[in-house]
């Protein structure tokens, strides 16, 4: 660097400038124009502390940036830290609110499921009922007949009994006879309603039936 500064060796001396005229009477003095302040020459000693201090200050800057870039991306990964939690919580929430929808489907499903049945078994309940009152007026019919039967059979066993106890044996014969053709001797009832240990009324029937015989 110092070599730079040293004129060449081939460069002649300039030649001093001409003196100017001393200045006519009655005329101002002419002013000189100042002469430009040369550059200082620096020592390699200089220079090398100048390139130190700009490489320190160039240091100094880079690690300046470089910090100012490690806060930068440490704020940067705080913020998307916090951003990734508050979305985890969400989803959290959101997979939460899912489960807790997919349990209230599934209850109302098996709610659902379990009233299915129910209707169908009070359908089935209402189809056995309906079948029970189809068969019922036969039922009813039939009961008629043998209240009817019974009450005639029994009519029939008082004559026949009111004539034994008359010792009237061919008039109970006869009526003997004719509740037999009239197909109503398995009318009469077979159990007493009294607890007096007596014959129900076809106990009665036969025990008449064999004495007249």
């Not at 008629?144 to 066993?157: C, K, P, Y």
């Not at 009994?161 to 010792?167: G, H, T, W």
């Amino acid at each position: 660097m110092a070599e730079e500064h040293k004129r060449p060796l081939s460069q002649e001396p300039e030649a001093p400038a001409p003196e100017s005229a001393a200045p006519a009477e009655g005329q101002a003095p002419a002013t000189s124009q100042p002469k430009e302040a040369k550059r200082p020459t620096l020592t390699p000693g200089q220079q090398k502390r100048r390139q130190k201090s700009v490489f320190q200050y160039i240091t100094i800057l880079f690690a300046a940036a470089f910090a100012l870039l490690l806060f930068t991306f440490l704020m940067e990964r705080r913020q998307n830290d916090l951003l990734q939690q508050q979305n985890q919580e969400e989803i959290d929430s959101l997979q939460q609110e899912s489960v807790n929808a997919v349990q209230s489907l599934q209850n109302l499903y098996d709610q659902n499921e379990s009233l299915k049945q129910q209707v169908a078994d009070l359908e089935e309940q209402l189809a056995d009922y309906q079948d029970q009152m189809d068969v019922l007026p036969g039922v009813i019919a039939d009961l008629e007949q043998t209240l009817d039967s019974t009450q005639r059979a029994m009519d029939w066993f008082w004559q026949i009994d009111e004539a034994y106890v008359r010792s009237r044996w061919t008039l109970c014969r006869q009526l003997i006879d004719s509740l037999e053709e009239a197909g109503l001797v398995d009318y009469l009832p077979k159990e007493s309603t009294t607890d007096n240990d007596r014959f129900s009324p076809y106990d009665r029937f036969q025990e008449i039936k064999e004495a007249v015989d």
